[in-house]
């Protein structure tokens, strides 16, 4: 079974700053994408970016990227000249090619300081 | 613009009611899944539903049940609800596996 974990449960920066969020996941497969999504606290979940596993050069998404590292199963996402409106709960994704469902971790609450 | 609409934001009912939460897209999506949120728990599947009439249980699909007789409407029906099923419900769609998830605006349902 797939598992993702994401290790911080809150962080919080001051506007402007670069935050960095982890995500590990765990599969025996080889074909697979990953997601990071966004919940604000309006509750509407958006996705931010996306990455296939295929694809070695990083997603990029104006001021959101992602670090993979599919050796090491580690699925990052970093923002950078963070603003106020990126304030939300983040939810890295983990979803098989082929098959309907996706993994969610468990979410790291990202406060933006003025 | 794509749209995934919940019939209650917030939703408070008894121990042993029936509860229907309904959800409709309109993005003629094949794929349509409702999803469990609990603080530090993240997101859970329940049940999916890939075509009309289709269904399948996701990873915590004990308590509830759904209904997909239409391609936009999927419903989530817990038959007796009890205060351990108190939480966000969310439901999504998508028109590709795995694909981009459109979600709606989640049930806040209390179970008291």
């Known amino acids: 079974a797939q598992t993702v974990t994401q290790s911080q449960p809150e962080m919080s920066v001051q506007e402007a700053e670069t935050v960095t969020l982890s995500c590990t996941y765990d599969?025996?497969?080889?074909?697979?994408?990953l997601f990071w999504y966004k919940q604000p606290p309006s509750r509407q979940m958006i996705l931010v970016i996306r990455?296939?596993?295929?694809?070695?050069q990083n997603a990029t998404e104006n001021r959101f990227s992602v670090n993979f590292q599919k050796a090491a199963k580690s699925f990052s996402l970093k923002i950078s000249d963070s603003q106020l409106g990126d304030t939300a709960m983040y939810f890295c994704?983990?979803?098989?090619?082929?098959?309907?469902?996706?993994?969610f971790g468990q979410g790291t609450r990202l406060t933006i300081n003025p | 613009d794509v749209k995934v609409t919940q019939s209650s934001r917030y939703l408070v009912k008894r121990t042993g009611e029936k509860v229907f939460l309904e959800c409709v897209q309109d993005?003629?999506?094949?794929?349509m899944f409702w999803y469990r949120q609990d603080p530090g728990l993240g997101l859970r599947l329940i049940y999916f539903?890939?075509?009309?009439?289709?269904?399948e249980k996701g990873d915590i699909p004990e308590g509830y049940s759904v209904s997909r007789e239409k391609k936009e409407r999927f419903s989530l029906i817990l038959e007796s609800a009890s205060t351990n099923q108190t939480s966000m419900y969310l439901c999504?769609?998508?028109?590709?596996?795995?694909?981009?998830?459109?979600f709606g605006s989640g049930t806040q349902l209390s179970v008291l």
């Open positions: 599969t025996s497969e080889n074909n697979y994408y």
């Open positions: 990455q296939e596993a295929y694809k070695q």
């Open positions: 993005m003629d999506h094949e794929n």
């Open positions: 994704a983990f979803g098989i090619q082929g098959a309907q469902k996706l993994v």
């Open positions: 999504a769609s998508s028109l590709l596996v795995p694909g981009k998830l459109f």
């Open positions: 539903s890939y075509d009309v009439k289709m269904k």
